[in-house]
């Protein structure tokens, strides 16, 4: 099947400073990739929808000034948390759909950030 | 907006058992999807329902999409160990944008 990468997998940062993480197609190409934020034993909540070459979409209650979202080419879109408070740590996946008929998405395994 | 809602949230059962868990949307889907997230995993995808009153079945797993295409169902025979997880159905209204809400998710232990 599809593989999706992230990186870091883990990462502690002290508030006020920004995180970027990578999510990567790793066998094919996709033009849309998804954010989601997973608090603990919560759902997965979608951030916003990215576009590659263009803005991307973010759901309501989604700051984009401080999730910025960068779509630069066909297999990588990363996710800059600016200016990180406690209340940001969590569990960020990204996905991406499957080409074709079927909606599959395939799962990134995730980045845990925690705020100190 | 559209909300999907899951029950029970969590079930502990004996290795052996059946289970099941049930997803309703507040709107109308195009398509319902599952999947299953272990533990400080990524959930990774089970199958999809598209057509209405559709059923579908792998193994012990049986799935299912209400008629209405509003509501669908998880049913799992005769339970193993290796069936722990959360399991989250999630919807897509439309068919274009391909996003998906995630219902809120059943976790699942199983006693062996």
């Known amino acids: 099947g599809a593989v999706v990468s992230q990186h870091p997998s883990r990462v502690i940062c002290k508030s006020g400073t920004s995180v970027k993480i990578e999510c990567r197609s790793l066998?094919?190409?996709?033009?849309?990739m998804f954010w989601y934020r997973q608090f603990p034993k919560q759902s997965l909540m979608l951030m916003a929808t990215?576009?590659?070459?263009?803005?991307?979409?973010?759901e309501q209650g989604v700051e984009k000034d401080k999730f910025l979202i960068n779509h630069a080419s066909l297999t990588l879109s990363t996710l800059t948390v600016t200016s990180a408070h406690p209340e940001d740590s969590s569990f960020y996946i990204c996905?991406?759909?499957?080409?074709?008929?079927?909606?599959?998405?395939?799962f990134g395994p995730g980045t845990r950030l925690t705020v100190l | 907006g559209q909300q999907v809602m899951q029950i029970p949230q969590y079930q502990h059962v004996q290795e052996g058992e059946d289970f099941t868990t049930y997803c309703n949307s507040s709107?109308?889907?195009?398509?319902i999807q599952w999947y299953k997230q272990r533990p400080g995993g990524h959930p990774v995808f089970l199958i999809q329902?598209?057509?209405?009153?559709e059923v579908k079945k792998q193994k012990r797993l049986t799935f299912q999409f209400g008629e209405a295409k509003k509501n669908s169902s998880l049913h799992i025979t005769a339970t193993q160990t290796t069936d722990v997880g959360t399991y989250f159905c999630?919807?897509?209204?439309?068919?274009?944008?391909?996003?998906?809400?995630f219902g809120s998710g059943t976790r699942l232990q199983v006693q062996p």
């Open positions: 996905s991406a759909p499957r080409t074709g008929a079927l909606n599959e998405q395939f």
């Open positions: 066998d094919f190409q996709a033009t849309t």
């Open positions: 990215s576009n590659e070459g263009s803005k991307a979409t973010y």
């Open positions: 709107t109308t889907l195009s398509n």
């Open positions: 329902l598209v057509k209405s009153g």
């Open positions: 999630a919807g897509s209204m439309d068919t274009g944008r391909r996003a998906l809400t």
